[in-house]
């Protein structure tokens, strides 16, 4: 069987940024490579300043790479049909705040090309999923920032896009805000549509991403399946179900005659996204 074609596909990717004061320019994107299968959640995270706009706006086509690759569906960023199936939640969207939510999701609608009868449905459907049925005819000027966050990520889905592009979507929104568009990136799951998002909020992304990049000062440190990264290498864990006492006992005995082994806990043996984001960029920092 053929491998599918990656949803995204960055190839040794390079982005320098001139800068007025030094001569040399600035490194933002040092040869990062992300491969996203189609239907994956993939969170990239790092601190402020690494690069992670900057990997979304080459792989947008939205800046030029200085060397690498990008593609999207197997088109490459470069080319504006690599753009037809993708919907974007910039970090900052702006939004016309004398428009309603629907007229917003109704303009963009209509930049899209979408018209009549089909897009008046697709935005009754989207305000439904963002939640935003009730406030659809109040001026976005109105809207607090997890509802801004919402229309948002409704003008994202409104082409219907394979690949959702997420730049910090729980930036500035409380945590009731946060869960509510995480249960979105849920849906959107379970829809199948392939989720490509940047955030600080470690936490959030463990909960919502298959697949986890660390970058840092622009270089990818630590790449793979969520639950791979997180697994603690040299040990190992055994869940019973309806074990007695006796049998727990002896299972302890068994490990205390063993000459190596050793009964750390009994528990699920996993460290958290963020102890494994801290160590990444703190074994960065000392280099
Ligand atoms: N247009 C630009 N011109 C010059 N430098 C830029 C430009 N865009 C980004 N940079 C620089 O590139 C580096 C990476 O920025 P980028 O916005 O990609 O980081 P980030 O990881 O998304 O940060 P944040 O979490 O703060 O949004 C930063 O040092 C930033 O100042």
């Not at 009730?134 to 976005?140: D, E, K, P, T």
């Not at 945590?175 to 249960?183: A, L, N, Q």
């Not at 040299?234 to 179900?241: A, I």
């Not at 806990?265 to 280099?287: A, C, D, V, W, Y």
């Amino acid at each position: 069987m053929t491998e599918p074609t990656p949803a995204v596909e960055i190839r040794h990717l390079v982005k320098d940024f001139k800068t007025s004061f030094k001569r040399k320019p600035l490194r933002a994107v040092d040869d990062v490579s992300i491969r996203i299968m189609p239907g994956e959640v993939y969170g990239l995270i790092g601190p402020n300043g690494s690069g992670k706009s900057t990997t979304m706006k080459a792989l947008l086509g939205l800046v030029a790479p200085t060397s690498g690759q990008c593609a999207i569906f197997g088109k490459d960023s470069l080319k504006v049909d690599s753009r037809n199936e993708v919907g974007f939640l910039p970090e900052n969207p702006y939004f016309y705040k004398h428009l309603s939510g629907e007229e917003t999701l109704n303009f963009y609608g209509k930049l899209c090309g979408i018209k009549g009868a089909k897009l008046r449905d697709r935005v009754k459907e989207l305000l439904a999923l963002v939640d935003l049925e009730g406030a659809s005819h109040r001026r976005i000027g109105g809207y607090s920032k997890g509802m801004l966050q919402r229309i948002g990520l409704a003008q994202a889905m409104i082409q219907e896009p394979r690949l959702v592009i997420l730049d910090e979507p729980t930036a500035g929104v409380d945590p009731v805000g946060s869960r509510e568009i995480r249960d979105l990136i849920f849906k959107l799951r379970e829809q199948g549509i392939t989720v490509f998002l940047c955030s600080h909020l470690l936490e959030q992304v463990q909960e919502v991403c298959d697949h986890v990049g660390i970058i840092f000062r622009g270089k990818m440190v630590k790449e793979g399946k969520l639950d791979d990264l997180i697994a603690i290498e040299d040990q190992t864990e055994l869940v019973m179900k309806n074990a007695s006492p006796d049998l727990i006992a002896e299972i302890q005995a068994m490990i205390g005659r063993d000459d190596q082994a050793e009964l750390i806990r009994m528990g699920k043996p996993r460290t958290t996204l963020e102890r494994l984001f801290l160590r990444e960029t703190q074994k960065q920092e000392s280099k």
